[in-house]
């Protein structure tokens, strides 16, 4: 049961940029013989598909796509190390912060990933390169302040803050066990460790029904119009919606705000600097592989 949309509301996105690497390297050839892979990869009524053939398939399909990444990324390393650049544990962790802010949790964000094929493993080696192709390009990219307000005035209504809510809740399946509960709360018992137990939310009850952040328009209408009459620290009757009913605490709120410019100055230099890395970053790889032997088997392969 999901009561919470996992849609993230952004029309103009702030944060990390993953950098889709694409090259148009003219790459040499010379001849090469596949291992030969006879493994059998599965089976239908007992006829085998062998590694070889999926091979050939992943070869036909994205080969060439895929070899044009595998080289790029191998640029970037070397001349990453050609000019000392190193990525620290802590800069990738300070990256991964506006993916956990965005996702909710950890927990979240690994089954976001885990759901999209990938892992967060995946994630932090994506986000080190990123962080190596901003450092070797910073020199070519400059943002004027010019450009910020003219970007903040074309976007002022995205970068208001509308009122928001942090809640917890508990969902039961009858008012009669909403009722029980909310006793047991009154007397002092804990919400976090109750949702844990009796929660129906499997999305939500092992984190104590935490439903982090949300404005209006997000939850159920009742759910909604439950969360922002009750004060922080308050914890709601039963509240009736069509997944069951739910006990609801309010657990802190944040008042809407205008559009203001100071506040968003440097996310809005980091999203710009993003668009211009994009631009600059073929014609950088370009200008770097003249530098490099590149030798390429590919079409041996197939």
């Not at 984190?207 to 914890?235: H, N, Q, T």
């Not at 559009?259 to 073929?282: D, R, S, V």
């Amino acid at each position: 049961m999901k009561l919470k949309t996992t849609k993230i509301k952004r029309n103009v996105v702030i944060g990390i940029l993953i950098l889709v690497l694409l090259s148009g390297l003219v790459l040499g050839v010379r001849q090469w013989t596949a291992t030969s892979q006879p493994a059998v990869v599965a089976k239908v009524n007992g006829e085998a598909i062998t590694k070889n053939e999926l091979y050939d398939l992943l070869l036909e399909r994205a080969g060439q796509e895929g070899l044009n990444l595998l080289l790029a990324q191998k640029i970037v390393d070397l001349e990453a190390k050609k000019q000392k650049i190193t990525i620290t544990d802590q800069e990738i962790e300070e990256e991964l912060a506006d993916y956990y802010a965005a996702y909710g949790d950890a927990e979240t964000l690994d089954q976001a990933l885990a759901l999209s094929g990938s892992s967060l493993a995946r994630l932090k080696a994506n986000l080190a390169h990123t962080l190596k192709v901003k450092k070797l390009l910073a020199s070519r990219i400059a943002v004027t302040e010019a450009e910020m307000k003219a970007f903040f005035e074309k976007n002022k209504e995205d970068f208001a803050q509308e009122e928001q809510v942090k809640a917890s809740h508990i969902l039961v399946e009858t008012e009669k066990e909403a009722k029980e509960l909310k006793s047991r709360l009154e007397k002092g018992e804990d919400f976090a460790k109750l949702a844990k137990e009796y929660s129906k939310d499997t999305t939500t009850k092992e984190k104590g029904g935490d439903l982090g952040y949300f404005g209006r328009g997000i939850m159920d209408e009742a759910f909604e119009k439950a969360a922002f009459a009750l004060k922080a620290g308050e914890i709601s009757g039963p509240v009736q919606t069509e997944y069951g009913y739910h006990l609801i605490k309010v657990e802190a709120k944040k008042a809407a705000e205008a559009p203001n410019f100071e506040k968003n100055k440097e996310e809005i230099k980091e999203y710009l600097f993003n668009q211009k890395l994009q631009a600059e970053y073929n014609p950088w790889l370009q200008e770097v592989a003249a530098d490099y032997k590149i030798e390429t088997f590919l079409n041996a392969a197939k």
